[in-house]
């Protein structure tokens, strides 16, 4: 899916808390263990943080988020994602695009899901009924006619979709009063990616990344967390996949014909998998079985919904995924649906 939930984290307009309280503290940790020195949380059964007063400025304009903000909505499971790293749960959260993995990793933390749409578009009655304090999603450009029903509804932050990554953490960090946990779990990522580098700087390698999405054929563009990952890391992509400007209205994704997709070979091929992301019908392509990459069984199917976000688990993963292929694990390295409790423990423990 290629709308506003669809996506993954901030881009150069970034959220800055222009006037906010310090006093809360929260329980909530990330892992589900506890804090040591506090005693409430954002969401769930405890009395929520006063998040004070605070204005924060976001590209779609400035927001007043009110004192004593106890229902938190994402309307993406990115967004909440994205909380949770932070140490900060959300109430409940909508997912229009049914990211499999990251349903199941929320809804082990209790965070229970509600309908907010069809998918296409939003059910702003459905969201109006759950009541919020407060509403936060991450969207990409060309979804300004979204916001002023929402926050109609109640105070919404759209934290914005582009290639940094790091934005998107320490963004929602800045929002939720956990700004020295969003910056430990950017460190902890950084590590990650150095590895990859060092990695690739001793075998170099190029990955070409492919997507069949509602008869769209295409791949990443440079505003997805996934090329810039592959972009510092110093792994090459294929040219015509170099500098990639996304399609109108429909962020991250970059098109082209099945006539050039022999342009797009690299010695590791990824298809995108998942709700919205066809492989079988690429695999199909005379064009793709042509690949020498192909031929050669130097391809894999990863996770569409984890390379297509931005949120800090999301980072993990891609970055377990290009160094899988770094190391010849081939195909067999990409993660799976099986691998996520084990990939998100893992994730637990390296951002503390």
């Known amino acids: 899916m290629l709308l506003a939930g669809a996506c993954g984290d901030g881009d150069d307009a970034d959220a800055e808390v222009t006037e906010a309280s310090t006093d809360a503290t929260t329980s909530t940790s990330v892992g589900g263990g506890e804090a040591e020195s506090s005693d409430t949380t954002v969401g769930g059964d405890v009395e929520p943080a006063d998040l004070g007063d605070r204005v924060v400025a976001t590209s779609f304009g400035e927001v007043e988020i ?84 929402l926050s109609d509804i109640a105070p919404t932050i759209v934290l914005p979709f582009g290639s940094s990554w790091r934005d998107a953490v320490l963004d929602t960090g800045a929002i939720f009063d ?69 399609m109108p209205g429909a962020p991250g994704l970059m098109d082209f014909s099945a006539e050039v997709l022999g342009d797009h070979d690299a010695d590791f ?30 391809w894999g199917v990863a996770d569409g919904d984890l390379w297509f976000a931005g949120h800090p688990f999301a980072v993990h993963w891609i970055l377990q995924d290009l160094r899988a292929i770094a190391s010849g694990g081939g195909p067999d390295g990409l993660g799976v649906t099986g691998d996520a409790d084990r990939r998100w423990a893992e994730f637990l423990e390296l951002v503390g």
């Open 269 to 298: 091929v990824v298809v995108m998998g998942g709700v919205f992301y066809d492989s079988d019908a690429l695999q199909e392509l005379p064009t793709f079985q042509g690949l020498p990459a192909v031929q050669d069984g130097r």
């Open 66 to 149: 009110p004192g004593g903000v106890e229902t938190v909505l994402t309307l993406d499971a990115i967004t909440a994602l994205n909380m949770v790293s932070v140490g900060v749960e959300p109430s409940r959260y909508a997912d229009p695009n049914g990211a499999v993995i990251l349903q199941g990793l929320l809804a082990e933390r209790g965070i229970e899901l509600f309908e907010a749409g069809d998918g296409f578009s939003f059910n702003y009655e459905s969201i109006a009924a759950e009541e919020p304090d407060l509403i936060v999603l991450t969207a990409g450009d060309g979804f300004d006619a979204i916001i002023d029903p």
């Open 178 to 246: 956990r700004s020295e946990e969003a910056a430990q779990v950017v460190e902890a990522l950084e590590g990650e990616l150095a590895l990859l580098a060092e990695e690739a700087a001793t075998s170099p390698f190029s990955v070409s990344i492919l997507i069949q999405t509602f008869g769209i054929l295409g791949s990443l563009s440079d505003d997805v967390a996934a090329s810039s990952l592959i972009a510092e890391a110093g792994i090459e992509r294929p040219a015509a996949q170099s500098g990639a400007e996304a």
